[in-house]
């Protein structure tokens, strides 16, 4: 017998893990950068330390949980309005953080991972390290709501994550420039699209390269990018793995 708390569930594999449910699903948000001139597109990717609890040695893009601060921080400006009704679709069964709180994250997180800031010179003081020093304002237009994923059961950390793509060209400042990054991510780089899945990576992300690979195929380096016509969902919020489309 296993634990009185824990179920067993059964992969498509046909393999069973034990679900504890003493894992709690963390919000978390995650930001793709993509870098686009006329030689190809290259994304942003860095790898996690060999120590890392959670996805050890794998290349990722920056991301991480949500923090109760993400709330209160200002924006220059907000989400567009689909990736909003996005975000409110397939609610969780917690009380799930506003759309521009999980926007906040994902600019958070990429400012500490990698040292790059997407903001604006004339809106609200942030105190984030980075942003306060270059008295920019964090800018959630900048983003797209492309994917989101829910970590299966039987992993030391579970997260609900929501993945968002921004282009290059609205960093703030040099995009090579990685000398204000924290130390969670090493080899930070920027590799080509066509080449990224060949690093060792987490399923969802090669999930994920796949989906903005076919999105971003034939659009000119110099158009905006464009907004996916639905967004993918790994739902592993139940006993049975599901995946569907948000509209």
Known sequence: MGAPHARVRRTQQGRSVTADPAVPVRDAATVVVLRRNGDGTSVLMGMRGAKAVFMPSKFVFPGGAVDLEDASVALAGPLPDLC??????????????????????????????????????????????????????????????????????????????????????????????????????????????????????????????????????????????????TLPFFDNRGPVPRFCQIP
């Open 84 to 229: 909003r009704e996005r975000l409110r679709a397939e609610p969780a069964a917690t009380p799930m953080p506003a759309p521009d709180t999980l926007a906040a994250a994902a600019l958070r997180e990429l400012a500490e991972e990698t040292g790059l800031l997407i903001g604006q010179s004339d809106g609200a003081p942030c105190p984030w390290p980075g942003y306060r020093e270059a008295g920019l304002t964090p800018d959630a237009g900048a983003l797209t709501y492309v994917f989101r994923a829910i970590t299966p059961p039987g992993r030391p950390r579970r997260f609900d994550a929501r993945f968002f793509v921004a282009d290059a060209a609205a960093l703030s400042g040099d995009p090579d420039d990685f000398s204000l990054a924290c130390d969670e991510l090493s080899h930070l780089q920027w590799v080509p699209l066509t080449e990224a899945r060949q690093l060792d990576l987490p399923f969802i992300t090669e999930v994920v390269l796949a989906e903005l690979s076919r999105l971003v195929v034939d659009v000119p380096h110099d158009a905006p990018l464009p907004k996916p016509a």
